[in-house]
């Protein structure tokens, strides 16, 4: 079971670039990588997925090397909104059933 | 709008007394999770239905039981909540659950004190 390593914690400030990484050095040929935003007090929302290279959407961007071991999730020009936790989930359902964990997540803090 | 529904928003049982948290959808997706999340920690998956097949997670206690009578409706049962089971409560829906359909939506949770 692929196994997911995120910083704990980053700050930044309004109007940067962040980049969150995320490692998961055993992930499997079948597994996708998905991001998911938490706000306090409410549940998850997805970000994006992705299985190679890079995959944008209107919010964000992923980057995903060819070894896979890694993911990177870019937030261009975060605002004081987008602090919250970012978790990252590596897995799919597979034969043997649901592979699905939350990472242990990235408090994000933007400062003004 | 179509979204994923968590009544009640607060629950509060004592210790050893069951209950019954709902979640209802109007996303008409097949799969419906429960996660459990205790403060400062990641969501914990606990099971989830696909259409009407039950699939219960290897670790989740015996203590949660969940129902699904329609599509729209799931239930999540504990039967007898001791203070280790105070957390928020998590109900999420997906179309399907592989990659592409797998797209979770999460309702706004339900926070259980145990007293």
């Known amino acids: 079971l692929a196994k997911t390593t995120q910083p704990i914690s980053m700050d930044s400030y309004e109007g940067q670039e962040v980049n969150i990484t995320c490692s998961h050095n055993?992930?499997?040929?079948?597994?996708?990588i998905t991001w998911y935003q938490q706000f306090p007090s409410q549940g998850p929302r997805f970000i994006i997925q992705?299985?190679?290279t890079k995959v944008t959407n209107e919010v964000a961007s992923l980057f995903i090397p060819a070894d896979r071991k890694s993911s990177t999730l870019s937030l261009p020009r975060v605002s004081l909104s987008d602090t919250a936790v970012y978790y990252c989930?590596?897995?799919?359902?597979?034969?043997?059933?649901?592979?699905?964990?939350f990472g242990a997540g990235t408090r994000l803090f933007v400062k003004a | 709008d179509a979204m994923v529904i968590q009544n009640p928003r607060y629950q509060v049982t004592q210790f050893g007394k069951p209950v019954t948290l709902s979640c209802s959808q109007t996303?008409?997706?097949?799969?419906m999770y429960w996660y459990q999340q205790k403060s400062s920690q990641a969501p914990k998956l606990l099971f989830h239905?696909?259409?009407?097949?039950?699939?219960n997670e290897a670790d989740t206690p015996d203590n949660f039981q969940s129902r699904r009578p329609n599509t729209s409706f799931c239930f999540l049962d504990i039967r007898s909540p001791g203070l280790g089971d105070a957390a928020m409560y998590l109900c999420?829906?997906?179309?399907?659950?592989?990659?592409?359909?797998?797209?979770?939506?999460f309702g706004p949770g339900t926070r259980l004190t145990v007293l």
């Open positions: 999420a829906t997906s179309r399907g659950r592989t990659s592409g359909y797998n797209e979770q939506f």
């Open positions: 055993n992930i499997a040929t079948n597994d996708y």
């Open positions: 992705g299985y190679k």
């Open positions: 989930l590596v897995g799919d359902f597979h034969t043997g059933g649901f592979k699905t964990i």
């Open positions: 996303l008409n997706h097949n799969v």
């Open positions: 239905y696909y259409d009407k097949d039950f699939n």
